[in-house]
């Protein structure tokens, strides 16, 4: 089954930790994303990826930091600069029939910091 | 200025009735319009993308572009419970070779049975 996955769902961090999130796909889209959504509000963009070995930074990309060494896997990594970073993690991918810039989701991790 | 909105709701319909949900943007070149139903606690899933000016049907959805006035909405025929939802608008304002989504904050909707 083709579709993008998530690990791990739930990721609890104590503060001044490092953590990665995962993202794989296997849809063979060229683009990736990494959102960030806190409760009550829209999805912000962290950094995004449109092919390999390159990557741009999106709204809101201090402390965070990511790499794109496949095409397939586009891991996001937390750093302790994140000042506040609890909150749903959503990584997707685009469809690349044509222009037409249609994000699949995969099903995000909820990330805690204690 | 915000350059996707939507009124935040919530919207709240009895079941069976049409649940029709609006969405404004600022970019007059934007070319790609999307909605997505997001399950509370779950991540977005795409349920209509529409490209040109008019309807497109799919099921009991309809999304209607309107770009000389700049809105695109979606309406939701014979609602049902399992309709209830936050539904985000997404729209493709492309620069370049950006690929990027603007989103809306999304509106929330109540199906009463």
């Known amino acids: 089954d083709g579709g993008i996955t998530q690990s791990p769902k739930y990721l609890f961090r104590k503060e001044g930790q490092n953590v990665t999130l995962s993202c794989e796909q296997n849809l063979n889209h060229d683009a990736m994303y990494w959102y960030r959504q806190d409760p009550g509000q829209g999805l912000r963009l962290i950094y995004y990826s449109q092919i390999v070995n390159d990557f741009q930074k999106g709204d809101i990309a201090e402390g965070y930091s990511v790499s794109r060494e496949k095409k397939e896997s586009f891991p996001l990594t937390v750093t302790s600069a994140q000042k506040n970073p609890t909150a749903f993690y959503l990584c997707?991918?685009?469809?690349?029939?044509?222009?037409?810039?249609?994000?699949?989701f995969g099903p995000g991790t909820r990330l805690t910091v204690l | 200025q915000k350059e996707v909105e939507q009124n935040s709701g919530p919207l709240s319909v009895p079941e069976g009735a049409i649940a029709s949900l609006n969405c404004t943007y600022s970019d007059r070149v934007s070319q790609s319009f999307f909605w997505y139903r997001q399950y509370s606690g779950k991540s977005p899933e795409l349920i209509m993308s529409?490209?040109s000016n008019g309807d497109k049907e799919d099921g009991r959805f309809t999304a209607q572009l309107n770009k000389a006035s700049q809105y695109v909405s979606l309406l939701i025929r014979d609602s049902q419970p399992s309709d209830s939802a936050t539904y985000l608008c997404?729209?493709?304002?492309?620069?370049?070779?950006?690929?990027?989504?603007?989103w809306g904050l999304g509106t929330s909707l109540a199906v009463n049975p």
């Open positions: 529409i490209y």
């Open positions: 997707a991918s685009i469809s690349d029939r044509g222009k037409r810039n249609e994000q699949f």
């Open positions: 997404a729209v493709n304002m492309p620069a370049g070779n950006n690929r990027k989504l603007i």
